[in-house]
């Protein structure tokens, strides 16, 4: 699709509960519908969108969201700051799992969390025919890749790290590299809460020369302690030495575990800076907004 330059990358879509299926102990897929899918942004990798909840009675506070100025003007994000706290829906970023615009269907992974906040809870608890507005990529944009992060350039070897909300975006760039016949090696390496979780990864679609480890916390109490284990590992051995000057790392997860990861990476592999991209996902504690 030709995208043009004046329309905005996102969009709001109004979307309902279409499907539902628990994946494991810590995840479930949430297939959305939507009439208006037929304009979503396909561009994949780790594409964010925002979702935004329903308040109390399926409210929604924002009376101009939908209006044809406010969506042509991109302006929601403006619209919803300047709303009272009992009118702003609340809002949370994720990664669009899948996305077929002939089906008009996106599907969202969720992670089922210990202390849920809105987005959380409404996973838990939704059914078919729910609500929400997904803020999502217009394929009718120039700009509908935003929001996407993987950029891996012309790098030949992949480095991929994360906790369990990192899953989603890294399954769907490995759907995409796998798809586009990308020639390249890499590593995956993720933590999960539980071993359900990890096996459900096994299955993950790859290119050919990737190895993918899934390590469950079950008996390790701290957050990201296997994954620094790992990495220390592949360095001490020098698996990732012979590589680094075509390396490309992409990190995921919660902040300060996403944030000790690339310390080691450019401390003790001594990789450059730029050769990283690191999102904290989440941060321990705080909500989202
Ligand atoms: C670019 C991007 C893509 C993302 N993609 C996904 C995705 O595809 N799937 C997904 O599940 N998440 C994803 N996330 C993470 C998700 O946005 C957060 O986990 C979000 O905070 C969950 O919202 P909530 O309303 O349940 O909790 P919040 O109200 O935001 O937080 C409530 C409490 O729960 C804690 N908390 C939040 N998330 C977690 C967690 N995962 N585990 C343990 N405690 C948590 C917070 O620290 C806080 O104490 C993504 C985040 C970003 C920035």
Redesign the pocket.
């Known amino acids: 699709m030709t995208g043009t330059l004046d329309i905005p990358g996102f969009r709001p879509y109004h979307a309902k509960v279409v499907g539902k299926t628990v994946l494991s102990s810590s995840?479930v897929r949430i297939y959305f519908g939507s009439d208006e899918f037929y304009r979503l942004g396909t561009d994949g990798f780790?594409q964010?969108i925002k979702i935004l909840l329903p308040l109390s009675g399926e409210r929604w506070g924002d009376p101009h969201l939908f209006d044809p100025e406010s969506i042509a003007k991109g302006l929601w994000y403006q619209q919803w700051k300047a709303l009272d706290n009992a009118n702003r829906n609340?809002v949370?970023?994720?990664?669009i799992?899948s996305a077929n615009p002939r089906q008009r269907l996106l599907s969202?992974?969720?992670?089922l969390?210990?202390?849920?906040?809105?987005?959380?809870?409404?996973?838990q608890q939704c059914c078919i025919g729910d609500n929400v507005v997904i803020i999502g990529p217009d394929a009718f944009s120039r700009h509908s890749a935003l929001?996407i992060?993987f950029l891996p350039g012309t790098a030949h070897h992949l480095l991929l790290m994360g906790?369990?909300?990192?899953?989603?975006?890294i399954a769907a760039s490995m759907e995409c590299l796998k798809r586009t016949r990308w020639k390249g090696s890499g590593n995956v390496i993720i933590e999960v809460p539980r071993a359900d979780d990890a096996s459900l990864l096994c299955s993950m679609v790859t290119p050919r020369r990737f190895h993918v480890a899934a390590l469950d916390r079950e008996h390790h109490e701290e957050r990201g302690s296997q994954l620094r284990i790992r990495l220390r590992a592949l360095i001490e051995k020098g698996k990732l030495s012979e590589t680094r000057d075509d390396l490309y790392v992409w990190l995921?997860g919660?902040s300060s575990v996403v944030r000790s990861l690339r310390r080691l990476l450019v401390t003790d592999l001594g990789l450059s800076r730029e050769r990283i991209v690191f999102?904290?996902?989440?941060?321990?504690?705080?909500?989202?907004?």
């Open positions: 995840f780790d964010r609340p949370r970023t994720y990664t799992r969202v992974d969720f992670v969390h210990e202390h849920p906040g809105p987005a959380g809870l409404f996973a929001g992060d906790d369990e909300t990192a899953v989603p975006a995921a919660e999102t904290g996902y989440w941060r321990q504690g705080t909500e989202e907004m």
